[in-house]
């Protein structure tokens, strides 16, 4: 039998979903159940027979089911089917203004006409020399410098605030990213030490996502974006870079795609503002899906 057209690669094979696949097989178990009753044992044998093998092949049985649980299996249950939610790292923010827009009026970062965002060369300059001024690896009094908190370490670059909450870095490159940021926001910006925590570090995050040298190492720093599409969860688009020379990931950031217009900025343009080829065909792409 030629099953080619009936197979579904993208719901199954190592695409197949686990919540999805044990939601039908349930509901396998209760229709073949139902009818055996009605009718007769072997032909609800035969039906679960059946609807199994289409669970195989296609992935499920209720035509829908991954937009199903999407939309209706809480994060919390898809973790039980060890499927974690994408972690998005609070680039809403806290405060009503928008984060580049509030980092632009600081002069921290150049929104040039088509959008392409950048750092201002008088912060990386700033930037630059802060660096050059630290000694030591950061370290919990930059964690508290930063957050305005009681930070205590509990593992590499991990930190807890408040005993409640815990900050964790991608690399050392990206906490010295962060520690010396801070310090020149500190320094030289105002109404910084009156943001909310959140909202400082959606902006260090921000800066450290622009980044065109490697804080640790002073490589330079590719960034790239990718569409992330899951099954059972909405898609969302990460950016991420990456320093050349010791391997560091500098900024590591997810957001849901319906977010992406705030992101179009970084979106198919590398670190040193050098637009992609195919920079316009894939925020074309995303805005349009
Ligand atoms: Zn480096």
């Not at 695409?15 to 032909?43: F, K, M």
């Not at 910006?189 to 570090?201: F, H, I, K, Q, T």
């Not at 590591?252 to 503002?273: C, F, I, K, N, R």
Request: glycine share 8%; with cysteine; aromatic share 6%.
């Amino acid at each position: 039998m030629d099953i080619g057209p009936v197979r579904q690669p993208e719901y199954t094979g190592e695409n197949r979903c686990l919540p999805c696949t044990v939601v039908n097989v349930a509901i396998a178990l209760t229709l073949a159940g139902t009818l055996g009753i009605v009718t007769t044992v072997p032909v609800g044998a035969t039906a679960l027979g059946g609807f199994l093998a289409v669970i195989y092949l296609r992935g499920y049985l209720v035509p829908g089911t991954p937009e199903l649980t999407e939309r209706y299996l809480p994060a919390s249950v898809l973790r039980l089917f060890g499927k974690e939610p994408i972690a998005t790292r609070s680039l809403e923010g806290t405060a009503a203004e928008d984060p580049w827009d509030q980092l632009v009026a600081a002069e921290v970062v150049d929104r040039s006409s088509e959008g392409t965002l950048s750092l201002t060369d008088r912060f990386r300059e700033e930037f630059r020399v802060e660096i050059d001024r630290r000694e030591s690896a950061p370290g919990a009094d930059d964690v508290e410098a930063l957050a305005a908190s009681e930070a205590v370490e509990r593992g590499p670059r991990a930190y807890s605030i408040d005993g409640n909450r815990l900050l964790r870095w991608e690399s050392d490159a990206a906490l010295l990213a962060d520690a010396a940021a801070a310090s020149v926001l500190r320094a030289t910006v105002e109404g910084w030490s009156d943001l909310e925590r959140d909202a400082r570090l959606a902006l260090l995050e921000r800066i450290r996502l622009l980044l065109e040298r490697c804080p640790g190492c002073d490589g330079p720093v590719d960034r790239n974006d990718e569409r992330v599409d899951p099954c059972c969860q909405p898609p969302h688009v990460a950016v991420w870079t990456v320093c050349r020379d010791c391997d560091a990931v500098i900024a590591d950031v997810t957001a849901p795609e319906s977010d992406v217009e705030v992101w179009a900025g970084l979106l198919g343009v590398d670190a040193d503002g050098a637009a992609r080829t195919d920079a316009s065909e894939a925020v074309e792409g995303w805005s349009n899906s």
